[in-house]
């Protein structure tokens, strides 16, 4: 039954499943990737909790060099700073530093939300070309009957499901993925701040 739906969308079948593919290894490459992050976010945060109950701040900078979590990045822009975690200075470094991290959370997601436009307007393309075909088998053949012109429609209709169920699981997870990329960033600015913060605090205790 599949085969036969794929043979019956024609070559418009092709550059969906290729989309479909494409869109599958963006979705799993980015389910592991943020799973890697909050694991190591939640690693490092731990790391920092012990550092500074122990008062051992290079041990805070030094699990931040270690650790691949956007969290570490905006420490280390902080602390290179060496200004108060309140000033402007380092609020603005703070910036810079998340649309960085940002960015590399967002990698490949415009993959998908290109996926998600262009896959129904392929279908479209697949509707057209097999209405097209139905016409042409009738004008060659007359009115023959259903299994006329059944080829024809068979592959537009094929062709406009598939194109949308291409498109919406690929905008579904676009959507999910800004979203908690958002809802990351939030956290990480605040857990940036707060750890900074006391990490400032403890600098000069230590050095008197």
């Known amino acids: 039954m599949l085969w036969e739906w794929i043979v019956a969308g024609g070559m418009t079948m092709a550059t ?36 500074l109950e122990k ?22 822009a902080e ?22 991290e940002m960015a590399r959370l967002k990698q ?7 996926i998600a436009s262009i896959a129904p307007f392929v279908g479209l393309f697949g509707t057209c070309k097999g209405i097209i075909a139905a016409f042409s088998d009738i004008a060659t053949q007359g009115m023959g009957g259903p299994s006329v012109i059944a ?7 094929v062709s406009t499901a598939t194109g ?16 908690a990329i958002s809802n990351m960033a939030l ?11 006391d990490l400032r605090q403890q600098i000069p205790a230590t050095q008197k």
């Open 108 to 114: 490949y997601l415009p993959i998908l939300a290109t």
């Open 16 to 51: 969906l499943i290729f989309l479909s593919v494409v869109s599958i290894g963006v979705v799993l490459e980015r389910l592991a990737f943020f799973k890697q992050v909050r694991l190591a976010t939640a690693a490092l945060r731990a790391d920092i909790t012990a550092a």
């Open 164 to 179: 949308l169920l291409v498109a919406i699981p690929a905008l579904m997870f676009y959507n999910y993925f800004s979203k």
């Open 151 to 157: 080829a024809g429609i068979s592959e537009a209709l």
């Open 187 to 197: 956290e990480l600015e605040s857990q940036a701040f707060q750890a900074y913060r």
């Open 55 to 76: 008062k051992q701040h290079d041990l805070v900078l030094e699990r931040c060099r270690q650790s691949e979590s956007p969290l570490a990045a905006m420490i280390l």
């Open 79 to 100: 602390a290179a700073s060496g200004r108060d975690a309140e000033s402007a200075d380092a609020e603005r470094v703070m910036t810079l530093t998340m649309r960085g």
